[in-house]
């Protein structure tokens, strides 16, 4: 799993610890990575860490290949990596938009496409990558991020055609507005109140959301269930502007 060192990460890593998994956790983050590690250990889950970009081919390569040598074949692999600059097209420099595209759409075909030999080999193996709302409706201008989360959406279609000969399911979750470290950080304590009392449920998501979704996805009761994209937004897209 990448992406594990903080967030929706940490909690994906949590729920399937929770569940008796042996994980593979990476992250660009040290400090974030072994928190996570360190965390799970001292529940005595079996974690091995990987230190690794997975936008690029080498550290995508190297968390496959770890899991592969630690333990043969890959049964779910969650793809969380991601970022995101808010930024209209105008603003967004090349090196943002080459920056969001590798980490949120790039390091998906790189894992998968170096996993497949050991995803096939597996029983019943199963890939969730994590989309976004913004994939499916304007947000806030942060166009390259909303682009590389189509992408993912379109990624995960396909591939799951590709891939269900071989019994592997694909799916993807999409997260609305969670309240994790860095959402919030630009809003006084009355901005988030307002945010929040617009909500269709009346809260913001939080990482246990979406990790009990991207577990669900990963498990037998979503044995008949590939090439979907699910929606954990809360409702957030049915808000509307009153006509008057």
């Known amino acids: 799993m990448t992406g594990a060192g903080r967030g929706i990460g940490r909690e994906i890593a949590r729920a399937f610890a929770a569940e008796g998994?042996?994980?593979?956790?990476?992250?660009?983050?040290?400090?974030?990575?072994?928190?996570?590690?360190?965390?799970?250990?001292?529940?005595?889950?079996?974690?091995?860490t990987v230190l690794a970009d997975v936008g690029s081919e080498s550290g995508a390569h190297q968390l496959i290949d770890a899991s592969t040598a630690a333990y043969g074949v890959i049964d779910v692999l969650v793809n969380n990596a991601g970022l995101w600059i808010i930024k209209s097209v105008e603003d967004t420099e090349l090196d943002e938009w080459d920056l969001q595209l590798s980490t949120n759409l790039r390091s998906l075909y790189l894992l998968c496409r170096r996993a497949i030999p050991a995803l096939r080999a597996a029983r019943a193996a199963s890939v969730i990558n994590l989309a976004s709302m913004a994939a499916m409706r304007f947000t806030v201008p942060h166009i390259a991020y909303a682009s590389s989360k189509a992408g993912v959406v379109a990624f995960?279609?396909?591939?799951?055609?590709?891939?269900?000969?071989?019994?592997?399911?694909?799916?993807?979750?999409?997260?609305?507005?969670?309240?994790?470290?860095?959402?919030?950080?630009?809003?006084?304590?009355?901005?988030?109140?307002?945010?929040?009392?617009?909500?269709?449920?009346?809260?913001?998501?939080?990482?246990?959301?979406?990790?009990?979704?991207?577990?669900?996805?990963?498990?037998?009761?979503?044995?008949?269930?590939?090439?979907?994209?699910?929606?954990?937004?809360?409702?957030?897209?049915?808000?509307?502007?009153?006509?008057?």
């Open 156 to 244: 995960t279609r396909d591939l799951a055609v590709e891939l269900a000969p071989d019994g592997v399911r694909v799916n993807a979750v999409a997260p609305g507005p969670i309240d994790t470290q860095g959402f919030t950080d630009d809003m006084n304590e009355a901005e988030v109140e307002r945010y929040v009392s617009g909500m269709l449920l009346g809260r913001m998501g939080t990482p246990v959301d979406i990790a009990n979704a991207v577990l669900f996805l990963a498990s037998e009761r979503a044995s008949y269930i590939t090439g979907v994209t699910l929606p954990v937004t809360g409702g957030s897209e049915l808000r509307i502007r009153p006509v008057m």
């Open 21 to 48: 998994a042996r994980l593979v956790l990476a992250d660009i983050s040290e400090e974030g990575l072994e928190s996570t590690r360190a965390e799970l250990a001292a529940r005595d889950v079996e974690v091995l």
